[in-house]
């Protein structure tokens, strides 16, 4: 909100430019600007527990093993480029295995 007011013996007057004073003849004008703002703010804090641990699948576990322990054999009854090849599908096919048989699982309890 603006108000205007007179230099001289302060009667209201418009803020805009105009001609002379009414009451006492001034030209001068003494502007005032307001502004009111209200700021409302709330923050919540909650606590969390997270809670770390590893989900084991027995079955796959097992299987990855014979795998891990199975592919240098396998490798070594084949012979050349063969034997190569199927050690790297095995260990690759352990390593897949792997991912499913031990997983490292992270759950996040809120309280209050």
């Given at each position: 909100m603006i108000k205007g007011t007179c230099e001289e013996c302060g009667a209201p007057r418009?803020?805009?430019p105009t001609e002379a004073c009414s009451?006492?003849?001034?030209?001068?004008r003494?502007?005032?600007a307001i502004r009111s703002e209200s700021v409302q703010s709330r923050e919540t804090?909650?606590?969390?527990?997270?809670?770390?641990?590893?989900?084991?699948?027995?079955?796959l576990v097992f299987i990855m093993a014979a795998l891990m322990v199975g592919s240098p054999f396998v490798s070594f009854k084949l012979e050349g480029w063969e034997g190569v090849y199927a050690g790297w599908a095995l260990n690759l096919a352990s390593f897949i295995v792997g991912a499913y048989a031990l997983t490292r699982v992270e759950c996040k309890d809120l309280a209050g």
């Open positions: 418009d803020p805009a009451q006492c003849g001034a030209v001068g003494r502007i005032v804090v909650s606590r969390g527990v997270l809670r770390t641990f590893w989900r084991r699948n027995w079955l």
